[in-house]
């Protein structure tokens, strides 16, 4: 299964910081903010461009630019939504959708609350949510997406559990999955080791 890792010192520091258990919520958004751009320019380094001549103010010069090809980008609600904002940032004509999705804090099921998608047919589609644990909220929101038109879905996420992959694999085969981190594995009550603890409660104070 393609699962990429981002490679990277400035990504590696940005996660230490986010992972620090004394990090608050504000910095939190900032380093969720930054590390979500570097995913964001990894899991779109295949699309598509096309030449285009302009004229600097020397000589003529054929450049490339992005062929127009809506983007999508789907947050899992609600830790997904501090995801979004590197994509709206650097693809102006991205479309967002939306898929709630919250784990039972006794089972560690997903169960599904909302969902709002744009058309997803023939668009790439950047499904975002930092964690990927059991892989039970990932392969529910892929199944979403598939049934509703999408046929190329990219996951994106900040730190992933083998267990997760390992579902997704095994419900949605061949499903690229960016991640910042592939940790150890999963605790008795489904957190990630080692982890960054609950990403929403961080991310939002509660
Ligand atoms: C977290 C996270 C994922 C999910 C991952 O969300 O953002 O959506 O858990 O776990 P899984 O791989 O075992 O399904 P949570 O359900 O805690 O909801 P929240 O985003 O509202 O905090
Ligand atoms: N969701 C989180 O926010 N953190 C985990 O470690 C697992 C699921």
Redesign the pocket.
Known sequence: MPVHVLDHPLAAHILTHLRDKTTKPATFRTLSYQLSLLLAIESTADIEIEEKIIHTPLEALTGHVLRHQPLVVVPILR?GLGMVQPFTDMFPDVAVGYIGLE?DHETAKARSYYCKLPPLAGRHVFLVDP?L?TGGSAVQALTVVKAQGASDVRLVCIVSAPEGVAEVEKYHPGTVIHTAALDRGLNAK???LP?L????DRLYGT
Do not use: E, N, P
């Open positions: 830790a784990r964690m644990a489904k957190y990630i982890g603890g609950d990403f929403g």
